[in-house]
């Protein structure tokens, strides 16, 4: 989920207003970053040299999407709070989103404080920008945030405010679900997951969490039928592997039912 998160914010990330030749140069230092980590780091480096200012922001941001890439999280995180340093308090939205990178690398790396502490700074900033979808953004992953910490009770109020801040944002509907089953709370649960998929019917990991919960309730087939859309949808992937999984075992819940 981490890497998908940190890409799509790495992509809006590289449209948002910056200067043609800065923009263009980050988007070819992603892209290095995607391919050859290492080669993007060296070469991040020397654009941070000749950088002044606020410009030193984004090759900050490429050192830190490569080292995510690298699984070094700790120096990511430093990174991209150096990159939201450096940018003028003027731009929230920019400053948001590289907090939130912040956020996410710390909680990869598994310091839930440090995360809430990134994302305390984000959520100041997309206060500032007056962006409710960014804020939600930043919700969402406090809520995740928290579930690490064990605080699921906060975590709920915290996905409320999410929805409400955006109700398009698929994944604090996909979280409400989870956090909402792991707390016995099946039909919140589902109420939750409908909405998801509605909003992204092409998320596997939807599926994986519809059929967890339709299992809970009883309903054997609507988890079967769940998971093997995840399956159809992206066989070769971890999420049809997790699917065959449960499908694997229901199917020895079965032949133990008839057995006795």
């Known amino acids: 989920m981490f890497s998908a998160l940190l890409h799509a914010l790495m992509v809006t990330q590289a449209a948002a207003g910056l200067a043609p030749i800065e923009q263009v140069r980050l988007e070819q230092c992603l892209d290095r970053a995607r391919s050859d980590p290492a080669t993007a780091i060296a070469e991040a480096g020397t654009w941070l040299g000749e950088a002044d200012g606020a410009l030193r922001g984004y090759p900050q941001q490429c050192l830190g999407y490569a080292y995510t890439l690298l699984l070094r999280w700790d120096a990511a995180e430093g990174t991209f709070l150096a990159a939201r340093e450096a940018e003028p308090e003027s731009n929230g939205a920019r400053r948001a989103r590289l907090g939130v990178m912040a956020g996410n690398a710390a909680l990869a790396?598994?310091?839930?404080?440090?995360?809430?502490?990134?994302?305390?700074?984000?959520?100041?900033?997309?206060?500032?920008?007056?962006?409710?979808?960014?804020?939600?953004?930043?919700?969402?992953?406090?809520?995740?945030?928290?579930?690490?910490?064990?605080?699921?009770?906060?975590?709920?109020?915290?996905?409320?405010?999410?929805?409400?801040?955006?109700?398009?944002?698929?994944?604090?509907?996909?979280?409400?679900?989870?956090?909402?089953?792991?707390?016995?709370?099946?039909?919140?649960?589902?109420?939750?997951?409908?909405?998801?998929?509605?909003?992204?019917?092409?998320?596997?990991?939807?599926?994986?969490?519809?059929?967890?919960?339709?299992?809970?309730?009883?309903?054997?087939?609507?988890?079967?039928?769940?998971?093997?859309?995840?399956?159809?949808?992206?066989?070769?992937?971890?999420?049809?592997?997790?699917?065959?999984?449960?499908?694997?075992?229901?199917?020895?819940?079965?032949?133990?039912?008839?057995?006795?």
């Open 109 to 260: 790396d598994g310091r839930a404080d440090a995360a809430l502490a990134a994302l305390a700074l984000a959520a100041s900033d997309a206060a500032a920008a007056g962006d409710p979808a960014l804020r939600s953004i930043v919700e969402t992953d406090r809520a995740r945030a928290l579930v690490a910490q064990g605080n699921e009770g906060e975590a709920e109020a915290v996905l409320a405010a999410a929805r409400t801040l955006d109700a398009q944002n698929a994944l604090a509907w996909l979280l409400s679900a989870t956090l909402a089953r792991r707390l016995g709370k099946l039909g919140e649960a589902q109420a939750f997951i409908e909405t998801a998929a509605a909003l992204s019917s092409d998320n596997p990991e939807f599926g994986l969490e519809a059929g967890v919960i339709a299992m809970l309730q009883g309903r054997e087939d609507a988890a079967a039928a769940s998971w093997r859309s995840v399956i159809a949808l992206v066989p070769g992937s971890e999420a049809a592997a997790a699917a065959r999984g449960y499908l694997a075992q229901l199917a020895e819940l079965a032949a133990e039912d008839e057995s006795q």
